[in-house]
């Protein structure tokens, strides 16, 4: 990515966090003019990742921000890299594994190849570019509604197509976590994935640390109900006991840092 596309996601990262800030402040912040400020500001607005009105930048308070894959693909990409690798210990040769349309999940498509011969199932539009350059990959694309927000393929006909198939492993995500469940923000989202859910054998979920103690629109599942659930490296040490001693099968993963 280019200097402007990493400060981008620097500003909608801080504006994230804070919830609200005002332009004079984002100035200070990052050291620049105004004028790069609300150029920046003015496209990130226009993706439908923060609202800026009367001086002020805002966090959507639909949630968007952390649904649009564009964003979701560019931030964490240490701790997304670190959860593929580690979500690759669980595949074997000759399984038929069916991917989520997260980001997270997505970052395990380029190692897949490493696990010969595979069937590979994703709604992903970015993993299904990926897997189809992949050798001894046997690639099946879900069909359906294209909705560019999450650069995937959901709705009733994929919803339908996940039924008529099983799978051995699905790798998927989450949007947050809030207590013992997994959230996600829309609802059509939700649908798909707990479609893929009730389609595999066996079902690992991929979580950076900082989606917990977080709230999304719709509930997904209780953590439990994964086999495994993949956490980066900087979840609080009593939040993992409590997690574990409710049974939810937890494996911290590492992130080496650049």
Request: zero cysteines.
């Given at each position: 990515m280019s200097k402007a596309d990493d400060?981008?996601?620097?500003?909608?990262?801080?504006?994230?966090?804070?919830?609200q800030v005002r332009i004079e402040d984002l100035v200070s912040h990052f050291g620049v003019s105004r004028m790069t400020i609300h150029r920046h500001v003015d496209q990130l607005a226009q993706q439908g990742i923060i609202r800026k009105l009367h001086g002020m930048v805002t966090v959507l308070p639909s949630g968007v921000y952390e649904s649009t894959f564009r964003y979701r693909q560019g931030i964490g990409r240490l701790e997304k890299e670190a959860l593929a690798r580690a979500a690759l210990t669980h595949v074997e040769a000759g399984q038929v594994v069916m991917l989520d349309d997260s980001?997270?999940?997505?970052?395990?498509?380029?190692?897949?190849?490493?696990?010969?011969?595979?069937?590979?199932?994703?709604?992903?539009?970015?993993?299904?570019t990926v897997l189809m350059e992949a050798g001894d990959v046997d690639f099946i694309c879900l069909g359906g509604q294209y909705h560019p927000t999450y650069n995937a393929y959901i709705g009733l006909l994929c919803e339908n197509a996940i039924a008529g198939l099983r799978a051995n492993l699905l790798i998927c995500s989450a949007s947050a976590?809030?207590?013992?469940?997994?959230?996600?923000?829309?609802?059509?989202?939700?649908?798909?994935?707990?479609?893929?859910?009730?389609a595999c054998a066996k079902r690992i979920l991929l979580l950076e640390a900082a989606k917990f103690d977080k709230i999304a629109l719709h509930a997904l599942d209780d953590l439990s109900t994964f086999d495994a659930v993949l956490v980066t490296d900087g979840l609080p040490a009593a939040i993992a006991h409590q997690l574990q001693e409710a049974g939810v099968r937890l494996q911290i993963v590492k992130t080496v840092t650049a």
């Open positions: 400060r981008r996601q620097d500003i909608a990262d801080y504006v994230m966090r804070q919830g980001s997270t999940a997505g970052s395990t498509a380029p190692l897949l190849a490493e696990v010969k011969p595979l069937t590979v199932i994703t709604n992903s539009v970015h993993a299904g976590v809030s207590g013992r469940t997994a959230y996600i923000q829309d609802q059509h989202v939700v649908r798909v994935k707990q479609a893929m859910m009730r």
